[in-house]
């Protein structure tokens, strides 16, 4: 289970990241809302793409480490509770883009 959740919130990062891109440099017909990936942006799109996936991969590793710890028992369910709490906001951040993507492409 925490393999899955992990990976799963990965790729949905990867997707966002991904996605972000499109919707701004290449589509142009959004913006980013993140002040701090605003700067990242201005400053060059390998940079968003390294802070984006950097900083996921860091979260992703320390959920897979303390997900099934025995000495976490009441930590293991806060961890996976935000875990699946993350899943559910990427995924529902990935119908944004999924819809943004298709209004776009209709609207164009």
């Known amino acids: 289970m925490r393999k899955t959740s992990v990976l799963l919130l990965w790729a949905l990062n990867l997707f966002d ?7 701004v440099a290449v589509g142009q017909y959004a913006s980013e809302a993140n002040p701090p990936m605003i700067w990242a942006i201005g400053k060059g799109w390998a940079l968003f793409f390294i802070i984006k996936i950097g900083i996921m991969t860091v979260m992703s590793w320390v959920i897979y480490l ?3 710890k025995p000495e976490y028992n009441s930590g293991r369910v806060t961890v996976g509770v935000m875990t699946w709490i993350l899943v559910t906001l990427y995924s529902l951040l990935a119908c944004w883009h999924v819809f943004g993507f298709v209004a776009w492409h209709v609207l164009k």
């Open 17 to 23: 990241a991904l996605m972000t891109w499109f919707a």
């Open 66 to 68: 303390l997900y099934d």
